[in-house]
């Protein structure tokens, strides 16, 4: 069946669908957050009512994916047919982030309408903000190199509606109990998220492991470069997709790495930081996108690293430069540093943890759309360029119905070598907004007295100051002082035990779920 025929048969099915409306769940293209796109794309004109369809919350969310599903379809076809040879160099390279962002937008949606129960659903509304950002992503592209995003399909503003419709009818689908997180979690004996298997909890915790590649500059192992252990073990998964192990011996590799999404399970083992170097230099100012500035990359899902270090050395004065991109659900980087200056660690999408990490940078430095949690680790701002100042985080929310935010807990936030001897000549935040919704809790974390005292910074006037949610819950240090702190709607003291615990890795990251398999050690609460 060709796309117009099937669009044509979603616009007849939902037309049912849409005529019932309840007080607690969105089943109408009116209670979305965008009724007239819903409206345009869903035939809400069809006189015809099937009584059985009435109420049908799950329908209606099927349906309203499908049609999500087809524009984004339609859109990708349209830029893939589309003669790139007249752009310019800059627009070509942002035109191929778009093409990989619109199939990567394709897979999260296809994953989303193929549910199997409460769990399944709850998943689906990472994979749509993962989604929703993809798109704000492929539109940043061209702003960053100054190209023009005319070339865009004009579908393009219209699938972020559509998907932004999408998540708020999810939301609506998942039950109060699995939403809240509550009555079907555990903590387990030894501290680790039950998504993380006791296999892979014993690769992280012990010393000598076994590796299925060892990669290593004097020859000593099966390779010498990183990128060739990884094109081998494609070859030796032979589709498999259990945990595959690459030890990267002590050295500097100097390698532009991506793991790509059909790369599932597979772990990264250092000698230790600062042993084992991962490095680069891309950055925007050199012509590279922010997204493929990335000195290591990751999307496969279930991505393990332990021990190493991820670096980029562009400098403050090349911008956006990141040392490590990761859209991979289910990531988690144990005992791993993550140095550079702006835009260090890029949390882009789906479900990280980090745990026993140093992150060092200047402006913007833990930034993304990813639900992501950071317990126990140790933050270094850097020193910037003169003029700069230096804010921590930037998360990247642009819908309130996405699951995303940035959850730092009990770790450390204070001046790197290079910053302590002239940190009072820079002001220094612990985020700023640089999306509508951007959402970010530090809690009971050590706040050095290089934060400045009003604690957060704007990122453009009153944009996002009251639609933010940043919330600080008992964090220790002389810059911790709550007194001088913004007085935005959306910032909040965090004084109850249970708000704080809807930012933890049980609730916040759904963690002992999946965790468990890395092997990384965790606090499932506060």
């Known amino acids: 069946m060709d796309i117009i025929a099937l669009l044509c048969l979603s616009f007849y099915f939902l037309g049912f669908v849409l005529r019932v409306v309840h007080s607690d769940r969105i089943s109408s293209c009116s209670q979305t957050p965008y009724p007239e796109i819903c409206s345009y794309f869903i035939n809400t004109n069809v006189d015809n009512v099937v009584s059985t369809l009435e109420g049908n919350q799950m329908a209606f969310r099927n349906v309203a994916l499908q049609v999500t599903m087809n524009q984004a379809e339609q859109a990708h076809q349209l830029m893939s047919a589309m003669d ?4 310019d160099e800059r627009a070509k390279v942002a035109w191929a982030d ?5 199939e990567d937008t394709i897979i999260q949606l296809n994953r989303s309408m193929s549910y199997s129960g409460a769990m399944s659903i709850e998943d689906a509304q990472t994979w749509l903000s993962a989604a929703i950002y993809n798109q704000e992503t492929c539109h940043n592209g061209f702003i960053e190199l100054n190209s023009s995003s005319h070339l865009l399909p004009l579908h393009f503003t ?11 009818i999810n939301r609506a689908t998942i039950s109060r109990s699995t939403e809240s997180g509550t009555g079907h979690r555990r903590l387990l004996s030894d ?19 076994r590796a299925d590649i060892v990669v290593a500059q004097d020859g000593s192992g099966n390779y010498k470069t990183v990128s060739e252990a990884v094109a081998a073990s494609v070859k030796l998964r032979s589709g498999n997709t259990h945990r595959f192990v690459i030890h990267v011996k002590a050295g500097i590799y100097r390698e532009y790495i991506e793991i790509k999404k059909t790369m599932k399970n597979l772990m990264f083992i250092g000698d230790g930081i600062d042993a084992t170097i991962v490095t680069g230099n891309k950055n925007v100012q050199d012509g590279s996108t922010t997204f493929r500035s990335a000195t290591f990359a990751v999307s496969g899902e279930g991505f393990v690293a332990r021990d190493m270090t991820f670096e980029n050395t562009a400098g403050p004065n090349k911008h956006q430069a990141v040392a490590l991109r990761s859209g991979s659900d289910f990531s988690v980087f144990y005992s791993c540093s993550f140095k550079g200056y702006q835009d260090t660690l890029y949390v882009y999408s789906q479900r990280q943890f980090y745990r026993n990490c140093d992150i060092y940078g200047t402006v913007d430095f833990i930034f993304g759309d990813a639900v992501v949690v950071l317990q126990n680790c140790n933050i ?9 100042f230096i804010t921590v985080t930037a998360q990247a929310r642009t819908e309130p119905n996405e ?4 959850s730092i807990q009990n770790s450390r936030v204070i001046a790197a070598s290079d910053l302590k001897p002239v940190q009072n000549s820079f002001k220094t935040y612990l985020g700023r907004p640089w999306q509508k919704y951007s959402r970010t809790v530090y809690m009971r974390t050590y706040l050095d007295d290089l934060i400045n005292p009003a604690g957060w910074l704007e990122w453009s006037g009153n944009f996002a100051l009251s639609t ?48 468990p398999a890395s092997g990384a050690p965790f606090s499932l609460g506060i």
């Not at 219209?158 to 708020?168: C, F, H, V, Y």
């Not at 501290?191 to 492991?209: C, G, H, I």
């Not at 699951?403 to 940035?406: A, D, L, R």
């Open 468 to 515: 933010l949610y940043y919330g600080e819950y008992l964090n220790t240090g002389s810059g911790a002082g709550i007194s001088g702190r913004v007085k935005w709607p959306g910032y909040h003291i965090i004084t109850s035990a249970a708000e704080a615990s809807k930012f933890t890795v049980e609730n916040f990251l759904s963690g002992n779920s999946w965790i």
């Open 84 to 87: 790139s040879s007249s752009f």
């Open 98 to 102: 778009c093409l990989e962002l619109f």
């Open 158 to 168: 219209n699938i972020s509606k559509l998907i932004g419709n999408s998540l708020a």
């Open 380 to 388: 270094y701002a850097r020193r910037p360029m003169s003029h700069q």
């Open 403 to 406: 699951n995303t935010g940035i």
């Open 191 to 209: 501290q680790f998220p039950t998504w993380v298997s006791a296999a892979d909890r014993k690769l992280l915790q012990v010393s000598n492991v």
